[in-house]
């Protein structure tokens, strides 16, 4: 499965917390992680988050931002109308991205377990995630007390 819910291992989030504790510190405790899924989404069973999502979250979520993405020219096309002069993208390693996603303060995921594994393992205060997480149905598995936004018209993309 997917594994975006904490049902499924609630009885063991310290353990995989101590898993996933990384080693150095990062700066970016300040920072709010984007997560932008492009690469193999687009489909009609995992559509892209569209701008106009991106542009809510970044409303209601404060920078700077870190903007993380499989594809960064993409990612850049759809935030960059709110960027400011502290925000920056990340574009390390898959591992080094899920580090300082772990480090960050608040999230804005996208439809991706990835970004969703993220915010939990920050155990971040604000977490603004897409409505629709895959297919024409509403996201119903997004839960969590830590989910304190989900943007109402997400509008991804079929």
């Known amino acids: 499965g997917h594994m975006q819910s904490e049902k499924y291992f609630a009885h063991c989030s310290d353990y995989i917390r101590h898993l996933f504790t990384f080693r150095e510190a990062a700066k970016v405790n300040s920072y709010t992680a984007i997560h932008v899924r492009c690469g193999d989404y687009g489909s009609d069973y995992?559509?892209?988050?569209?701008?106009?999502?991106?542009?809510?979250a970044m409303r209601a979520v404060p920078g700077p931002y870190i903007i993380f993405s499989d594809d960064v020219e993409k990612a850049y096309d759809i935030v960059k109308p709110w960027l400011g002069a502290r925000d920056w993208f990340h574009t390390g390693t898959?591992?080094?991205?899920?580090?300082?996603?772990t480090?960050?303060?608040?999230?804005?995921?996208?439809?991706?377990t990835f970004s969703w594994w993220g915010a939990w393992l920050a155990n971040s205060s604000q977490v603004v995630?897409?409505?629709?997480?895959?297919?024409?149905?509403?996201?119903?598995?997004i839960a969590g007390s830590r989910t304190t936004a989900m943007v109402r018209s997400c509008c991804c993309t079929p």
């Open 129 to 141: 995630a897409p409505r629709q997480w895959f297919g024409p149905a509403a996201c119903q598995f």
């Open 46 to 56: 995992h559509p892209i988050c569209t701008r106009d999502y991106y542009e809510q």
């Open 94 to 101: 898959t591992y080094d991205a899920l580090y300082a996603m």
């Open 103 to 112: 480090e960050c303060r608040r999230h804005i995921i996208a439809n991706s």
